[in-house]
């Protein structure tokens, strides 16, 4: 599926300034004064900053999973090396800063379609601060109040993507209409386009035929031959627009030349019905005709809801089908 508008803007410029600044201001926090030790520090950030670069700059929106599990992982390794290192007692400050990245990235799981993985990734958080707080902490109160806000961060940005989702399905489904209506313009241009070009042609030998009717002239069996075919296109330019084709056109145009008498038959309501449903019943018959050996073919097409019904009866035998519009749609 193609990217739309309402896509998350990941990816994009302002995702990557984004990342600059998550960067940035985590490089301040880290080198700020802290009991963690420089080393660990320096691993955790790097991790980190990994995570969140593989959430912004991974094209597409669902993230893959190779990428997820390495994001999810770069998260529990950014926060195990920190959380060892924060004071037994009293509030931590900004030396608990990896829960607040690991929230972010868990955030932008969420936005590419990996909220379970954002989920696991914050539970390994939970975990690792209980165990903190209950080995050398406070109880698990403390550890429960290190991560408290970060849950409900994460559960505000989990239900905005679920709403995001929701929106990119509805703004695609827009989209697909509007596909949909373009294409079927497109193919009623064509089609008006066509059924003019083929009427004009017919137009332009009826008039010499007629005027050397007026005059009187007598036709030998050939010229009858060929007056019966123009009469035959003449009804079908009135009777067969709504099916009308190039293709069933020059079906038509052969079977009368191999002496065949063609009849086929619509009602009005065929013309309600989409382009494509109407061509593929056209290119049906057109099938049939060029089929037929016999003396005598009758084609019917009838509307039945929103499909077609075709049949044509040749060499005393009838065949038919139903043409369903949602399969044209497909």
Excluded at 104 to 131: K, N, P, Q
Excluded at 245 to 274: F, I, K
Aim: charged residues 20%; hydrophobic residues 50%; glycine residues 10%.
């Amino acid at each position: 599926m193609t990217e739309t508008s309402l896509s998350p803007p990941l990816g994009t410029a302002f995702a990557r300034l984004m990342l600059v600044a998550f960067t940035v201001v985590h490089i301040v926090l880290v080198f700020g004064p802290g009991p963690t030790e420089p080393a660990a520090t320096v691993v955790a950030l790097a991790a980190a900053v990994g995570a969140a670069a593989i959430v912004v700059l991974v094209p597409g929106r669902l993230l893959p999973g190779g990428w997820t599990i390495a994001t999810v992982a770069l998260t529990a390794a950014s926060i195990a090396l920190v959380v060892p290192w924060l004071p037994r007692h009293g509030w931590p400050g900004y030396a608990s800063w990896p829960l607040g990245s690991g929230t972010f990235i868990a955030m932008g799981l969420t936005l590419r379609r990996r909220i379970g993985s954002a989920w696991i990734s914050e539970g390994v958080m939970v975990a690792l601060c209980l165990v903190w707080s209950m080995i050398g902490g406070d109880g698990p109160l403390a550890g429960v109040g290190l991560v408290d806000f970060q849950l409900g961060v994460l559960l505000i940005g989990t239900l905005f993507a679920i709403g995001l989702r929701r929106a990119e399905r509805a703004h695609d489904d827009l989209l697909e209409v509007q596909r949909r209506e373009a294409l079927e313009q497109g193919f009623i241009e064509t089609e008006l386009r066509a059924r003019r070009e083929a009427a004009q042609r017919v137009l332009d030998e009826v008039q010499p035929t007629l005027e050397r009717i007026a005059a009187g002239e007598v036709f030998d069996a050939r010229e009858r031959g060929r007056i019966a075919a123009l009469e035959g296109r003449l009804r079908d330019e009135i009777a067969l627009g709504p099916i009308l084709s190039e293709t069933l056109d020059q079906a038509l145009a052969a079977a009368r030349s191999r002496g065949v008498d063609v009849v086929v038959l619509t009602e009005e309501t065929v013309n309600d019905l989409p382009t494509s449903v109407r061509l593929r019943a056209s290119e049906w018959l057109a099938t049939r005709l060029d089929r037929a050996a016999g003396s005598e073919f009758v084609g019917r097409v009838v509307a039945r809801g929103r499909d077609l019904r075709v049949s044509a009866t040749a060499d005393e035998r009838t065949e038919d089908r139903l043409l369903a519009q949602d399969d044209a749609e497909a």
